[in-house]
């Protein structure tokens, strides 16, 4: 069994700049799909960005496209999400989520229907 867990949220600035992990435990898959979403309370679950290992395919939703960049560690089964030029509507709980599905991640997007195994997410504040 996938296990998932999202660390390296916390309180920044706007402007600021955080770089979240997704470390996974049980990882047998050769091939995966990891992508990372973001909750508001109160407001539906949001796709921010996404990578295959196919092609090193990425994906990444308009409101962070050019200020967030998603990379992996294989030998580390870890995944990261650094996010630069940090605005208050970033504020959101962070999780990843993972499939074997390499496919899940395409240059046309991602659904977080498709991803089966989830992690708790990780909590990221910008301040104005």
């Known amino acids: 069994e996938v296990q998932l867990q999202a660390s390296g949220g916390g309180l920044v600035q706007a402007g600021g700049s955080l770089r979240l992990s997704c470390a996974a435990s049980g990882f047998t898959f050769d091939n995966y799909a990891i992508a990372w979403f973001r909750q508001v309370p109160g407001k539906e679950r949001e796709g921010v960005s996404c990578?295959?290992?196919?092609?090193?395919?990425?994906y990444y939703a308009e409101s962070v496209k050019g200020r967030f960049t998603i990379s992996s560690d294989n030998a580390k089964d870890t995944w990261y999400l650094q996010m630069n030029s940090l605005k208050p509507e970033d504020t959101a709980v962070y999780s990843c989520?993972?499939?074997?599905?390499?496919?899940?991640?395409?240059?046309?997007?991602?659904?977080?229907?498709?991803?089966?195994?989830w992690g708790q997410g990780t909590q990221v504040t910008v301040s104005s």
């Open positions: 990578i295959s290992s196919n092609d090193g395919t990425t």
């Open positions: 989520a993972a499939d074997s599905a390499w496919y899940y991640c395409s240059v046309y997007g991602f659904s977080q229907a498709l991803f089966g195994s």
